[in-house]
């Protein structure tokens, strides 16, 4: 890789800068010659938080703080694209275009409502650059490594990096936009952050059914996203069918995993819907998020609710009662094996060979409670298993 150390003024560096509102991206400076935000790049970061570190780097420059070094990328025809200070680049083309203010002796000033001095100040400070030159892989991978400073890069942005191409600029147009009237739809479904690409990796995943990086490596030339977007709005429409009542554990559920095995399956919407209200409120349910892949997979999996258990002191004061009633009545304290016909009517078990189990199952609306428990000696408790 060659690379040459150079020095830009701010103000050459923001000349023609311009910012796209709707892509929330700087896009050119240089008059033109460098790309800010190349389509691997990220989205602008720096105004959120009230534009916390906009600002701040604006504050650098009035106070001659160094910036740090940015680094470019010198394409065969000469062009430049940004490969790191992209966030500063355009904090600075932000200001110097009016679109936030910093304080001044306690009051907001607008590049263009500064003193003339301070003005010429900022446009006049000069930042280093490197600008290098290799292979895609060299820079690719560089880039990697120099963008652990700053805010690192997630995996999906990576991801975004590598395989950047039309797919990739399309896919992020959707799923990457935070102006996208859908998301407020969709976070009910998928967690995360649309900036951080939460959203596209969500719809990636669904999508490609797991197998991501295989996908986008696949589509990577794609010019159209018709798949991508089938998939995802599929997959959310079969949630919204099948229950309609909404809970906060819905969202970031796998739901893409869900509709690949179940739905080809019928289901009554009404009773979805009810079924998942009686679960959500029963107090044995300890784990709320698996209510509806329980549900999907046809009520019969109370692993995934992780239901809560007889307690020991519970099980101890049902064992004694029992056994001492066993005793009494000279049969087995096991109340299945006492009505067998076999050498164990009469066994008393210790505590230790007996198990809790619901006399009315719980799965039919029994409930976690020392009235609807019975001990049952290990066998038959797990012939009768969970009916
Ligand atoms: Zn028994």
């Known amino acids: 890789m060659h690379t040459e150390l150079k020095q830009y003024t701010v103000a050459e560096l923001c000349e023609g800068f311009v910012y796209n509102e709707l892509e929330e991206k700087g896009l050119y400076g240089l008059s033109g010659k460098l790309t800010i935000q190349p389509e691997y790049q990220r989205n602008y970061l ?47 083309g932000r200001f110097l275009t009016d679109k936030f203010s910093v304080m001044s002796n306690e009051l907001p000033f607008r590049f263009h409502a500064l003193p003339k001095d301070k003005q010429m100040l900022i446009e006049n400070t000069s930042l280093l650059v490197y600008e290098c030159e290799g292979t895609e892989s ?51 479904y998928v967690r995360g952050a649309v900036k951080r690409q939460d959203f596209l990796h969500t719809a990636l995943d669904w999508v490609s059914h797991g197998q991501v990086e295989e996908y986008m490596q696949a589509h990577r030339r794609d010019t159209q996203i018709d798949e991508l977007q089938a998939q995802f709005e599929d997959v959310i429409a079969w949630v919204e069918s099948l229950f309609t009542d909404h809970y906060n554990e819905m969202c970031g559920q796998p739901w893409g995993r869900y509709y690949d095995n179940y739905h080809h399956q019928p289901y009554d919407h009404k009773a979805m819907t009810a079924q998942a209200a009686t679960l959500m409120d029963d107090p044995c349910v300890k784990n709320r998020k ?30 004694r009662r029992q056994t001492e009633e066993a005793r009494h009545a000279g049969v087995s304290n096991c109340p299945l094996c006492a009505m067998g016909h076999e050498a164990h009517r009469t066994k008393i078990y210790k505590e230790s060979e007996m198990e809790a189990d619901h006399v009315a199952a719980w ?25």
Not at 50 to 76: D, H, I, T, W
């Open 46 to 92: 720096y105004a959120e938080d009230n534009g916390r570190k906009e600002v701040a780097v604006v504050e650098s420059v009035l106070k001659q703080y160094p910036l740090g070094l940015l680094y470019f990328n010198r394409l065969p025809d000469g062009r430049l694209e940004v490969l790191d200070g992209q966030q500063r680049i355009t904090s600075l």
């Open 138 to 188: 060299e820079i690719k991978q560089w880039f990697q490594t120099i963008n652990i400073a700053g805010i690192p890069l997630n995996p999906q942005e990576e991801l975004n990096a590598v395989y950047s191409g039309p797919f990739v600029t399309l896919a992020r147009s959707v799923f990457s936009n935070s102006r996208n009237a859908n998301v407020q739809k969709w976070s009910a």
């Open 290 to 319: 698996g209510v509806f892949e329980y549900l999907l997979g046809g009520a019969t999996d109370t692993r995934l609710l992780d239901v809560r258990v007889f307690d020991e002191a519970t099980k101890r004061r049902v064992y």
């Open 363 to 387: 799965s039919r609306g029994g409930q976690t409670t020392e009235d609807n428990c019975q001990m049952l000696c290990r066998t038959h408790n797990r012939a009768k298993g969970n009916r």
